[in-house]
């Protein structure tokens, strides 16, 4: 396990995760709702293992991406006008926002007409992507319906977790609530879950 602190995250010690992640590691990390597993989106078996952990399909599971920033989504997202700007007024923050994926995405994601897209407002999860260069997939390392003291201790999620994934980084005690979910894809944004995110 691994001790960072969202208001200052040690360089070193994000480099060393971003190296696990491009070696095909799976990581629990803090977010700004609750705790999440992932890896790099462009490691395929990395992705298949964050789906057997949620007994996922990854041809068929709605997944997410974790971006450092708006231009980041850009890249692998199509954004309108309309939807930048409601982007940009709630981001970073508790949000997952479903959009129409683009040709950057990897293979893994080409059949998929959308993607679920997240900039959470952590600092720790924020400078990994950073360091990494390319967005991280996420889920969340419960079911949103089924999170308990487990999900949100860090030292009971390793003394849980700690043998199924390469690394559990303990950013102090996680939420209890998930993201708000965002469905951009049609002509108004519909809230398809209310959650930790107030949109303005």
């Known amino acids: 396990m691994l001790k960072l602190y969202s208001d200052n995250p040690n360089p070193k010690a994000i480099t060393r995760v971003a190296e696990i992640l491009r070696n095909g590691g799976v990581v629990i990390y803090p977010t700004d709702t609750v705790y999440a597993i992932g890896c790099d989106i462009f490691q395929p078996r990395a992705v298949e293992k964050v789906c057997k952990f949620k007994g996922l399909d990854p041809q068929k599971a709605n997944l997410s991406l974790i971006?450092?920033?708006?231009?980041?989504?850009?890249?692998?997202?199509?954004?309108?006008?309309?939807?930048?700007?409601?982007?940009?007024h709630n981001l970073p923050g508790a949000f997952t926002f479903i959009l129409n994926g683009s040709s950057n995405l990897p293979k893994l994601f080409k059949n998929r007409k959308t993607i679920g897209i997240r900039v959470p407002d952590n600092n720790i999860i924020r400078a990994l992507v950073q360091e990494l260069g390319n967005p991280i997939l996420t889920a969340s390392v419960k079911d949103d319906c089924d999170i308990t003291e487990y999900e949100t201790d860090p030292e009971l999620l390793e003394e849980k977790y700690g043998?199924?994934?390469?690394?559990?980084?303990?950013?102090?005690?996680?939420?209890?609530?998930?993201?708000?979910?965002v469905d951009c894809t049609g002509d108004e944004p519909i809230i398809v879950r209310a959650g930790a995110g107030v949109l303005i």
């Open 67 to 88: 971006c450092y920033d708006l231009s980041n989504i850009s890249e692998y997202a199509k954004v309108d006008n309309t939807t930048f700007k409601l982007l940009k």
């Open 163 to 181: 043998k199924s994934v390469d690394l559990i980084i303990d950013g102090g005690f996680g939420g209890v609530i998930a993201s708000t979910i």
